[in-house]
């Protein structure tokens, strides 16, 4: 039975949108009107197979949280490892999720299952749900007969690379922070309170000293550019912006991230746990070996990173191991190059990337730790030096008239 997205006025003439089940629109707006509200709009879930290939479509623009998508995939495969049916499988989940946009989903893809099309072929009606990675797995795990096994990996998949980002993103949240507060006192001081300390010393007819004028100067360049820098800041960050859609000047970019002492080896590492990560669970679904590295490449964020990749696949089709083809990049770090290597010789391939993946991760979050525990404090003492120093300035004319008072 086919889904149907619906719109209508409820008894207080409030709007109500939801999903339900029925065998054609016109049944639809019966089973609204014999509810007592009044259809505005009744549309099907599924996507018609036009809409696909024109990438339009409401349904097709939707998108899911990565929780949300972790649950769904988690319930999805105990249900099927408990031996029910898919269709029902799929219709139980969409009751007990109590998210809408996950709700229409779940049943636009039973809709497509209903209609005798593979799982695959039903997340594919929403790319933008279900990335390329899933749609991939899926198919494989149906093709195997182990799609239960398969979805249970994508669901540890993606709480995985979910809690890798948040750790860094956590982590570096503090430090930022942080600096953005260090730049405001240091602003404020020199924008409102150096100005009216300085005032007295300048009505005194006092010579001076070098550090004090050298304030005084700065705050009055501040006070009079500090509207026209804040223009200039905001408007190099949106030319930055714009810059980084165009692809030579973002490869650029990247490549120069990578050139960088710590910021390079962290990128590198985060880039290369997550492709070891995807190459890991779609080798282990049995999806072949170059279409895993085109997918693989596509969740890399450099554009030197995944340009490597896909030369590798280059040499990989015409007969290259994998790990010769990664380490002639010279993108990869070497431990998950040489993993990869044993894998190959020992065919346990799955095996060894998901030991590389975890194996980056590790490093990752521990280099994220400490550069946590580094960049907080220095940015405190940056902060209390350049403070000081401030202080030290307004206050030296004050110890020179004491001095000659005396």
């Known amino acids: ?94 009751r007990q999720t109590e998210k ?101 010393f300048e009505d005194t007819g006092q010579e001076l000293p070098a550090m004090t004028k050298g304030l005084i100067g700065l705050s009055e360049f501040l006070r009079v550019t500090g509207p026209y820098l804040a223009m200039g800041l905001l408007g190099g960050i949106v030319a930055l912006a714009l810059a980084m859609r165009v692809t030579r000047f973002r490869r650029t970019m990247h490549r120069l991230l990578l050139m960088l002492p710590l910021v390079g080896w962290f990128v590198r590492g985060l880039n290369a746990a997550r492709f070891a990560r995807t190459l890991a669970i779609l080798a282990g679904s049995g999806v072949q070996v170059l279409d895993a590295l085109r997918i693989g490449a596509s969740v890399i964020a450099n554009l030197p990173m995944r340009e490597a990749v896909t030369e590798a696949s280059s040499r990989i089709r015409e007969g290259t191991a994998i790990s010769a083809a990664l380490e002639r990049s010279a993108q990869f770090p070497p431990m998950m190059v040489h993993l990869i290597a044993s894998g190959e010789g020992s065919g346990r391939l799955a095996d060894m990337l998901e030991r590389a993946a975890n194996n980056q991760e590790r490093e990752v979050e521990s280099t994220t730790s400490v550069m946590v525990s580094i960049l907080g404090p220095l940015a405190v003492l940056l902060m209390g030096v350049v403070v000081l120093a401030i202080v030290i300035a307004m206050l030296q004319p004050i110890f020179d008239m004491n001095s000659m008072a005396l």
Do not use: C
């Open 100 to 200: 809408k946009a996950m709700r229409a989903i779940a049943t636009g893809v039973r809709a497509h299952v209903l209609e005798g099309r593979s799982l695959a072929d039903g997340m594919g009606a929403f790319p933008r749900a279900f990335p390329e990675l899933y749609r991939a797995t899926v198919e494989a795990g149906e093709q195997t007969g182990h799609l239960d096994r398969v979805l249970e990996r994508l669901a540890d998949y993606t709480e995985r690379r979910h809690q890798l980002m948040q750790t860094v993103v956590q982590a570096l949240v503090y430090p930022a922070l942080l600096l953005i507060v260090s730049i405001a006192v240091v602003v404020a001081l020199l924008t409102y309170v150096v100005p009216k300390v300085t005032r007295v």
């Open 1 to 94: 039975m086919p889904a149907f997205e619906y719109a209508a006025l409820d008894s207080n003439g409030r709007e109500q949108k939801g999903v339900v089940e029925g065998d054609s629109p016109r049944g639809v707006r019966q089973q609204l009107r014999d509810g007592g509200w009044f259809p505005l709009e009744v549309t099907e879930v599924a996507a018609r197979r036009a809409s696909q290939a024109s990438g339009g479509g409401r349904n097709s623009q939707r998108r899911a949280s990565t929780k949300d998508l972790t649950l769904f995939t988690r319930q999805l495969s105990t249900l099927l490892a408990a031996s029910m049916p898919l269709e029902e499988a799929l219709g139980a989940v969409s």
